[in-house]
């Protein structure tokens, strides 16, 4: 992977995704030891991370010694693929939309969720979905699920997506693997090692992780399995 000046360049620390930065402004960090040889970088073109001490161009530069008591275990951060968050990220935002759409609809006709299959409504709000989740992508770089899980979607030189490269991703995601995303399939086609998927490569784009608590993780769970047992009662 040779360095282009011209790239913009993601960089991993403290096991966080830091970016987009330009190749002068990253070279910097390495003089100034703030980067190692074990730092994962990606940038523009590429579909995997790579460790600096393996791209020829960095090589040159000092890399800062790692302290003596660093383990092995810490010393290679490279970030992947997380199914799990970006599941559960999808399937809070389509509860809460069933939620809140339910009872919009259920304020002006009752009858109409009463009479109408649990099966049909929930296809019909999954393409709803479907084409709302690109618009706020495009507005906001993430959705509610996604803000709760701190899970973000950027173009690869660290902008929002405008408004038809979130649908490009969206029709993507749908020609790829994720169907009408069928939160089950969904999670089964995101289990995959590469840090990026085919969507994500097509489109452009680049999904940037950061920490998240227990809390968030326990109340993104929680809420879904909340709304489909409420659910079930109901019906």
């Known amino acids: 992977m040779e360095p282009n000046e011209t790239r913009v360049w993601f960089y991993i ?20 030891g703030v980067l190692n040889g074990e730092t994962y970088l990606w940038t523009t073109g590429t579909e995997c991370w790579k460790a600096a001490k393996g791209i020829e161009r960095f090589k040159g530069y000092k890399m800062k010694n790692l302290p003596p008591d660093f383990l092995p275990s810490e010393k290679i ?12 990220a999808e399937l809070f935002d389509i509860s809460l939309f069933t939620v809140l759409l339910s009872t919009f609809i259920s304020i002006f006709s ?31 770089g993430t959705t509610i699920g996604k803000s709760l899980f701190k899970i973000k979607i950027k173009c690869v030189n660290g902008q929002l997506l405008d408004l038809i490269t979130a649908f490009k991703r969206d029709l993507f995601m749908i020609t790829f693997g994720k169907g009408i995303k069928f939160p089950i399939i969904n999670l089964i ?19 940037l992780y950061d920490h998240v608590s227990l809390p968030r993780i326990l109340l993104g769970t929680c809420f879904p399995i909340i709304v489909f047992i409420t659910g079930i009662i109901i019906s």
Not at 16 to 32: A, D, H, I, N, S
Not at 116 to 140: A, G, H, R
Request: aromatic fraction near 14%; charge should be positive.
């Open 13 to 32: 620390r403290d096991r966080q995704q830091y970016g987009p930065v330009g190749f002068f402004e990253l070279t910097k960090l390495f003089e100034q």
């Open 77 to 88: 951060i490279h970030p992947r693929n997380k199914p799990f968050l970006r599941f559960m």
């Open 110 to 140: 009752l009858d109409l969720i009463l009479k109408t299959s649990k099966l049909t409504l929930f296809i019909i709000y999954l393409l709803l979905w479907t084409l709302l989740e690109p618009i706020m992508l495009s507005i906001f």
């Open 189 to 207: 086609l995101n289990i995959r090692k590469k840090a990026r998927l085919i969507w994500d490569v097509k489109a452009g784009t680049i999904v």
